[in-house]
């Protein structure tokens, strides 16, 4: 990525991996702590490969984000590839405890968390001018590197401060312990803007079949590092399955389309030549 002198820092954010480069995953390994915790590592099909959320992340240095809350209740997790980013993260407890201060909007408290809040934008983050070095209020801030993971708890607000040019895996996703606040609070709201939320952005059905299959399988399944295609149940033929089923409306003849076809059946070749 080259830089353009005189313009604003470029980026490409949420840049579908499973379309771009889906043979990337096959070198992605998931570390231990996290093979094991969330939805979509169990939910569906225990016996078909589930894609999940893992985009990549391209920014120019000097590139940066406001703090903000990502969509629904989930965890984000990263992984730095190449180039260094500045990170800000403020907990959910201190989101809560400083609505009032953050231009909070939206959000409703369930089992001591803020759920489904974000902050008003534009929201100054990184100049001494920020209400973030103005306030009461605890902020982490460190520097993910290549090679590092970090990992955002659902609901804590976060921004990022791109230091060189880099390129950065991502994933967002349910935990055991984010579905179930979403699940009650689905279940107990009274208000039609998170009711509507809720019929739209609550999976309850991968929920359950998480919860299902973690009672059924969680005893043979161990928390150990794993790659992708074990984490996501996705060895052998069941990830080219997966994927022509993730793109199934795209045109026969699209760009998409033929791209897969070529790479499932160069995939389905090695497979074959490792038997």
């Known amino acids: 990525m080259s830089k353009v002198s005189g313009q604003e820092p470029r980026y490409m954010f949420d840049v579908n991996t499973f379309e771009a480069c889906p043979g990337i995953l096959a070198g992605v390994t998931i570390p231990g702590h996290i093979s094991t915790t969330f ?124 230091l060189d040019d880099s390129l950065m895996f991502a994933s967002n996703d349910g935990s055991f312990g984010s579905m179930d606040i979403l699940k009650k609070l689905c279940l107990t709201t009274k208000s039609p803007n998170l009711k509507g939320y809720c019929a739209q952005e609550y999976h309850q059905v991968l929920h359950e079949q998480m919860i299902s299959n973690f009672k059924r399988f969680n005893k043979t399944v161990p928390r150990e590092p794993k790659s992708f295609f074990q984490a996501f149940r996705c060895r052998g033929g069941r990830y080219c399955d997966a994927l022509k089923e993730h793109f199934i409306d795209e045109e026969p003849d699209s760009e998409t389309s033929l791209f897969l076809s070529r790479y499932c059946t160069k995939h389905e070749a090695k497979r074959r030549a490792e038997l």
């Open 39 to 162: 939805m979509h590592q169990w939910a569906g099909d225990y016996n078909e490969c589930q894609l999940g959320h893992f985009n990549l992340f391209l920014t120019e240095s000097g590139f940066q984000t406001n703090m903000h809350n990502d969509h629904q209740h989930y965890s984000f997790v990263a992984s730095m590839c190449e180039g260094r980013k500045r990170w800000r993260i403020v907990t959910n407890k201190e989101l809560a405890a400083h609505a009032s201060h953050m231009n909070v909007k939206g959000g409703t408290m369930q089992d001591g968390h803020i759920v489904l809040a974000d902050i008003r934008q534009p929201f100054e983050t990184w100049t001494t001018d920020s209400l973030l070095n103005k306030i009461d209020l605890e902020v982490q801030e460190g520097i993910l590197e290549p090679g590092d993971m970090l990992y955002i708890p659902p609901g804590a607000p976060h921004a990022a401060e791109t």
